[in-house]
């Protein structure tokens, strides 16, 4: 089965930047999307980025716009998510996800197990 592993969490201050990565068991086909989600305490899952495999086709969520990036080395199966300029409000479990959606946000059929991200304020 396919497997996503994400890393680079971590505690940081605000104002501070973290690069997640999310390594994939396998090579995409080139319509799959991998996308980046979020989930704090209390609150539902929620879109961040996503990038097609193959082209591209870059998409944020308005509160990711400007701060964070999204990017891919299709030789390392591996996404990316470099997040500057971080708030108290971006904390939560980040996870990768992959698949053929249906929308922005949703019908992705793999998750990784997630990777915490703390901004202190």
């Known amino acids: 089965q396919v497997q996503l592993v994400e890393s680079g969490g971590g505690l940081v201050q605000a104002g501070g930047s973290l690069r997640l990565s999310c390594a994939a068991s396998?090579?995409?086909?080139?319509?799959?999307?991998l996308g980046w989600f979020r989930q704090a305490p209390g609150k539902e899952r929620e879109f961040v980025a996503r990038i097609r495999w193959i082209g591209d086709n870059e998409y944020y969520a308005d509160s990711a716009k400007d701060r964070f990036t999204i990017s891919r080395d299709n030789t390392k199966n591996t996404v990316y998510l470099q997040m500057n300029s971080l708030k108290p409000e971006d904390t939560a479990v980040y996870y990768c996800?992959?698949?053929?959606?249906?929308?922005?946000?949703?019908?992705?059929?793999?998750w990784g197990q997630g990777t915490q991200v703390t901004v202190s304020s």
């Open positions: 396998v090579s995409f086909v080139s319509n799959y999307y």
């Open positions: 996800a992959a698949g053929l959606p249906t929308s922005t946000d949703t019908g992705y059929r793999y």
